[in-house]
């Protein structure tokens, strides 16, 4: 009875002594997951940066685990970050604007491209456009409350087009192409990668219209408020990897190109059509403010938001702390 009575008092020892593993082995894979950074980047070249930085292990190289996720677009890739399914997502100023009518739980803490001609203005020659100045009257597809709509009301304007005289026709990013080439539109005003895809879909008939330096598009890596009250440290090191890749891209333009191509599915003609176009340089700037203000002040101005708000403060949705922990030198914002 008594070696009875050892033997199930061992067993019972190594029975609690594998339960005790096998919650702290849980407890270990939970706290993992609780550690990683979920990214939502744009599935665009702008995005190179994360792009080479996942996939060089630079994140890692810097002590964060980051899981990068793709969006089509701006507006979507905040989307998560605003219902919690990422800590930090990639978008343009326009969305940065738009959203900051509704919300400030939000805010830009770097710019990390900026590109005056990665928006576009394709149409059909078969719809008799060969020139802005024959735009009016024509069906024009776009992104509504996007970086290419705002793109499209500066380049009418700049042509001495009245934006009511053309019909904005709102399309989804992922369908532009495919109504250029269906001729549901006769021409689009659209980011890259689709610009291209447009191009190459319609073939001969395409045209782009020539564009001045009317609008600098930038980039911008976006945090919530809660992930930089909880966890600057790892914004810092997030930072940390896009300068490091950023350099990747400068001194091995190749090797950054062919994960590029990798990340998009697209071949080196897309490439060598976008690659002189894009500025990647990390940094926070006065002129995201002023371009942030001017935005505002054209979404009330055409009605893109309620009548009667005031232009935000935009200092209130830059953070420049992480970025001038990361990189002194290169967060220039005025706070």
């Known amino acids: ?61 810097e002590g964060v685990a980051v899981r990068v996720t793709e969006c089509i677009g701006g507006q979507r890739c905040l989307r998560q970050l605003f219902d919690g399914a990422a800590a930090l997502a990639t978008a343009s100023d326009l969305p940065v604007m738009f959203n900051s009518f509704g919300r400030d739980d939000y805010a830009v803490v770097a710019t990390f491209v900026t590109a005056a001609n990665d928006l576009k203005l394709i149409a059909r020659r078969s719809a008799g456009i060969s020139a802005a100045a024959l735009l009016e009257g024509k069906r024009v597809g776009t992104v509504k409350g996007s970086s290419a709509h705002y793109f499209l009301d500066a380049f009418l304007l700049f042509n001495n087009i009245d934006p ?33 895809l447009a191009v190459r879909a319609v073939g ?13 598009e ?22 940390r990897a896009l300068a490091r890749a950023q350099r ?18 697209l071949d080196q003609a897309f490439v060598d059509w976008v690659w002189n176009d894009l500025d990647y340089r990390l940094g926070l700037n006065q002129s995201l403010i002023t371009t942030l203000e001017a935005e505002a ?20 949705y830059v953070e420049p702390g992480p970025l001038r922990r990361a990189l002194p030198d290169n967060a220039t914002i005025l706070r």
């Open 218 to 239: 930038s980039f911008n890596l976006v945090a919530s408020r809660r992930v930089l009250a909880e966890r600057e440290d790892d914004v810092v090191r997030v930072l």
């Open 204 to 216: 001969p008939d395409a045209i782009v219209l020539p564009s001045p330096r009317i609008y600098t």
């Open 1 to 61: 009875m008594h070696i009875g009575c050892t033997t199930g008092g061992v067993r019972a020892r190594r029975f609690a002594a594998l339960l005790l593993t096998g919650l702290a082995l849980a407890g270990a894979v939970s706290a993992s997951r609780a550690a990683e950074l979920v990214l939502a980047a744009a599935r665009t070249a702008l995005s190179l940066p994360i792009q080479v930085a996942d996939a060089q292990g630079l994140f890692v190289a």
């Open 297 to 316: 002040r054209w979404a009330l101005r055409e009605g893109h938001v309620p009548a009667g708000q005031r232009v935000p403060n935009y200092l209130r």
């Open 248 to 265: 990747f891209i400068a001194e091995r333009p190749r090797d950054a190109q062919a994960v590029l191509m990798q990340r998009l599915g």
């Open 164 to 196: 009511q005289a053309v019909k904005i026709v709102a399309l989804a990013p992922e369908a532009m192409a495919g109504a250029l080439e269906r001729r549901e539109v006769d021409a689009l005003a659209v980011w890259e990668p689709d610009g291209w």
